[in-house]
């Protein structure tokens, strides 16, 4: 048995500092990291792990053998002119940009779980501009952090530990002078890690761009407070907060699933990144930075392949074999039924999507490439299984800050498991072979 230092690819922390000890065969037991990296490590031997291809026959799921698995996926693909690739959150940037080949080659459209997630916000930047920050930041320079519709103890559980409880290299102390302020409808886990100074506003549902206003107005017009406040938090709150925004010397808002929910709207982004932008407009020695909250551990990749590769961050149509301008998301193709066949990698678009979108998607014929069991696997018509990257094996994914680190092989994959990369590069091969 040794023991190493790796990379946990539970989340999108990506926490670098996990001990795991092993015999190269086997992780033997895993230490620092916590439930959630606990059992992204355990989904090696997981009951729902997919151990094996399969494919639908008379409606049944039966396994089946990689190759009969790979001549059903040409099957389909020859069969379509329309193909859908929707995923690639939860694999390195490498088979991104495999995904990104197969997409062109075969004129579909490619998008990823970050377009209906914190792509969001990255889009409105575009007009708006956008301040960030790193988590090395957070951790010795941050003194104001607010999660806003966040609940960061349960979607990323050791940020706040890292940011929050941390004291940093630059400072005799360190939770003592950091306030934390929440911001959510609900009262969430979050709740619990907060201190006396710190400042718990529940704010009435999908009210966030009426407090985001007010905020805005008072940067510019002194004393416009309503008196019987606003979103359900009262006037001296309202004033508290404001203090802490303007008064910070690093302040972070953490953008939480919150705010990015339907019922919200877009606008509340644009607002929101505009009020950053005032308030560092007004600033003199501080600056507030946004932090975008996505879960899966290289949603970010994604845009950064995309963008690195084909100046767009997300939707990629192809056509011709060539990058076309379209306005459509993975939601509109569905909602048009703008596609013949899907391509999931790496996700489970059946338990996330609304109802008459699942509908649809299962519809017409289905490829999965993943490793673990979940409702979409329940439903396709073909499914390749994959190997677990960061665990068996590597490939770059970006951090929740935008940060590029390698994701190292620990153990070897199960025998006849192929890697993300390694499928669609085989699907790639073989279709280019005709
Ligand atoms: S916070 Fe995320 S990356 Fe860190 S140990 Fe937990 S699951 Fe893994």
Known sequence: MVNKRVTCSGCSLLCDDIIISTDGLYIDEVIGACLKGKERFDRVSAK??????????????????LEEAFEQVFKIIKNSTKPLLYGFSTVSCEAQLKGMELACLINGFIDSNSTICQGKVLNTSKETGLTLTTIGEAINKSDLLILWGANAAESIPRLLNKVLFSRGKFRMTGREIKTLIIIDPIKTAS???????????????????????????ECCRVNS?????????????????????????NGIIFIGQGILNA?????????????????????????????MLGGHYNMWGFDHVALSNYGINH??????????????????????????????????????????????????????????????????????PSTLTGIETDGLAYRIDHIPLNLEKIIN?????????????KIIRNLKQG
């Open 191 to 217: 709740f619990n890690v907060m201190g006396v100074r710190d400042v718990a506003l529940q704010i009435e549902p999908a009210k966030d761009i009426d407090l985001i206003r007010v905020l805005k107005d």
């Open 48 to 65: 729902n792990r997919i151990f094996n291809p399969y494919i639908k026959k008379n409606g049944e799921l039966i396994k089946t053998t």
């Open 413 to 425: 994959p199960p025998k006849n498991i192929l890697s993300d990369e390694e499928i669609i590069k």
């Open 315 to 384: 939707s990629l149509q192809f056509t011709n074999q060539q990058l076309t301008e379209t306005s459509d998301t993975i939601i509109s193709k569905i909602e048009k039924d703008d596609f013949d066949c899907s391509i999931i990698v790496g996700t489970d678009p059946i338990s996330h999507f609304p109802k008459q979108l699942s509908k649809k998607l299962i519809s017409k014929p289905l490829i999965l490439i993943d490793n673990t069991k979940t409702a979409t696997f329940h439903i396709a018509d073909v499914i390749i």
């Open 263 to 291: 019922q919200n709207g877009n606008s509340v982004i644009k607002e929101m990144l505009e009020l950053i932008q005032l308030i560092n407009a007004k600033h003199e020695k501080g600056r507030i930075s946004a932090f």
């Open 225 to 249: 407070f309503p008196d019987e406040g606003v979103a359900g938090i009262d006037k001296n709150d309202l004033k508290r907060l404001l203090l802490h925004l303007t008064g910070t010397e």
